[in-house]
């Protein structure tokens, strides 16, 4: 019997650790797989209007439309944004760490600036009553191995131009 063990074991062995292998590769391109089949379907910026009727403090607000083919929720690291009025960059944010079901989830964001923050030609576009607004940023969604550390991560950029009218503060 011990002979029969003896010789068998090193098989058992090598057959064990090919089958931990191929399941851990498996798992491995499963997660990668569902991570980069999200897509953003839809981006818009809603509106740009000033805070108060002082006309100095303003709030541009947009949406992105994510789409999760897959069956299960992918967790997300963050959305970033980076806002431009009339080509002048105004400042950056992000939504960190949230998840994504199943389907398409809409996730609409804020960015706030004053209008000190901008050159004097800006100021006098924005106020004029239009301008043009542009948001670029990504989504970054990393590929978990077994929930437990990130070995990959998938970046999905976006970005929206737009002009917009100036809401009305009244």
């Not at 391109?29 to 089949?37: I, K, M, R, T």
């Not at 998840?99 to 600036?113: A, C, K, Q, V, Y």
């Not at 030609?121 to 106020?127: A, E, G």
């Given at each position: 019997m011990k002979e029969f063990l003896g010789k068998y074991f090193g098989k058992i062995k090598l057959a064990i650790t090919i089958i931990i292998i191929a399941g851990v590769a498996i798992h491995l391109v499963l997660v990668y797989n569902a991570a980069n089949s999200i897509e953003i379907t839809d981006k818009r910026i809603i509106s740009l209007y000033p805070?108060?009727?002082?006309?100095?403090?303003?709030?541009?607000?947009?949406?992105?439309?994510?789409?999760?083919?897959?069956?299960?929720?992918?967790?997300?690291?963050?959305?970033?944004?980076?806002?431009?009025?009339?080509?002048?960059?105004?400042?950056?944010?992000?939504?960190?760490?949230?998840?994504?079901?199943?389907?398409?989830?809409?996730?609409?964001?804020?960015?706030?600036?004053?209008?000190?923050?901008?050159?004097?030609?800006?100021?006098?576009?924005?106020?004029?009553?239009?301008?043009?607004?542009t948001i670029k940023g990504e989504v970054m969604i990393p590929a978990k191995f077994l929930g437990l550390f990130t070995w990959r991560h998938i970046t999905i950029p976006y970005t929206l131009h737009e002009r917009m009218e100036v809401a009305s503060p009244y």
């Amino acid at each position: 019997m011990k002979e029969f063990l003896g010789k068998y074991f090193g098989k058992i062995k090598l057959a064990i650790t090919i089958i931990i292998i191929a399941g851990v590769a498996i798992h491995l391109v499963l997660v990668y797989n569902a991570a980069n089949s999200i897509e953003i379907t839809d981006k818009r910026i809603i509106s740009l209007y000033p805070q108060s009727v002082l006309l100095d403090e303003y709030e541009v607000k947009f949406s992105l439309s994510i789409k999760n083919p897959k069956g299960t929720s992918i967790e997300v690291d963050y959305i970033s944004y980076r806002v431009y009025i009339e080509d002048e960059f105004l400042g950056e944010g992000e939504k960190p760490h949230f998840s994504i079901d199943p389907g398409i989830t809409n996730h609409t964001l804020l960015f706030s600036f004053t209008i000190y923050d901008l050159s004097s030609s800006t100021q006098r576009v924005l106020l004029s009553g239009a301008a043009n607004v542009t948001i670029k940023g990504e989504v970054m969604i990393p590929a978990k191995f077994l929930g437990l550390f990130t070995w990959r991560h998938i970046t999905i950029p976006y970005t929206l131009h737009e002009r917009m009218e100036v809401a009305s503060p009244y």
